[in-house]
């Protein structure tokens, strides 16, 4: 199975400043269609997870501009330019490229 | 509104079975990969099964500690995704999340989820 690497795994911020989640995998994540099924989510406590980018870098309706995903083949980040209280949660990206589909271990942003 | 809902949930002693429901609004099932997604108290999201669109042939897929002991399957008629878990374990305990995935051949992450059905394994 494709494995998923997020760092850090907790990340303090600053209300108002950036920041920043990596994420790797161990093979690449370009499918055979030549699109890249690299997804990041929002997790808050006490709610199901809610997709933000799907393949590396589309937003998704509703999610505010300051979240931007990039990279490409098995490295991939997740920016936010500037952190908003309503921002607080744990993140993953998840591979569907590969059967099994699977998850990051999770990055904790807390205020 | 583009919606799931999960039931089936509750406890269940070791090596039990349950049956896991998921009833989709507003939109056709089988036009959609469709996935269960576990996540057990304090630990992140796991995918567990998922099946994919009829156009791809309703093809079954599952994580490998679940493998002849989970089932997925589809009811068109009444758009509803199914998992029957059996031989269940004190491991599969958590929340177990119906969601919608890519489109006909499209592998993107899930854009919709239910709010959960909770899974107690225990005796």
């Known amino acids: 199975d494709v494995v998923m690497t997020q760092s850090p795994l907790s990340l303090p911020v600053t209300l108002g400043q950036p920041a920043s989640i990596s994420c790797r995998s161990s093979?690449?994540?370009?499918?055979?269609?030549?699109?890249?099924?690299l997804s990041w989510f929002q997790q808050r406590p006490g709610q199901s997870p809610r997709r933000l980018i799907y393949?590396?870098?589309n937003r998704d309706s509703g999610v505010p501009d300051r979240f931007r995903g990039s990279g490409s083949v098995s490295e991939f980040t997740l920016e936010i330019s500037r952190v908003e209280a309503e921002d607080v949660g744990v993140y993953y990206c998840?591979?569907?490229?590969?059967?099994?589909?699977?998850f990051g271990q999770g990055t904790r942003l807390e205020i | 509104e583009v919606q799931l809902l999960e039931s089936g949930g509750g406890l269940v002693q070791p090596g039990g079975s349950l049956r896991l429901s998921c009833v989709a609004s507003?939109?056709?099932?089988?036009?959609?990969?469709m996935s269960w997604v576990r996540q057990a108290p304090g630990k992140g999201p796991e995918w567990v099964s998922a099946?994919?669109?009829?156009?791809?042939?309703?093809?079954?897929y599952y994580v490998d500690s679940v493998k002849g002991r989970f089932t997925i399957s589809r009811d068109g008629s009444k758009n509803t995704l199914y998992l029957q878990l059996s031989s269940l374990k004190a491991d599969d305990t958590a929340i177990y999340y119906c969601?919608?995935?890519?489109?006909?051949?499209?592998?993107?992450?899930?854009?919709?989820w239910g709010p959960g059905t909770p899974v107690t394994v225990s005796s």
């Open positions: 507003e939109f056709t099932l089988s036009d959609y990969v």
């Open positions: 969601a919608r995935g890519g489109r006909d051949s499209s592998r993107d992450g899930m854009d919709v």
């Open positions: 393949q590396v870098s």
């Open positions: 998840m591979q569907g490229t590969h059967w099994v589909y699977t």
């Open positions: 093979q690449s994540l370009v499918h055979s269609s030549g699109n890249t099924y």
């Open positions: 099946v994919s669109s009829s156009s791809l042939g309703d093809i079954t």
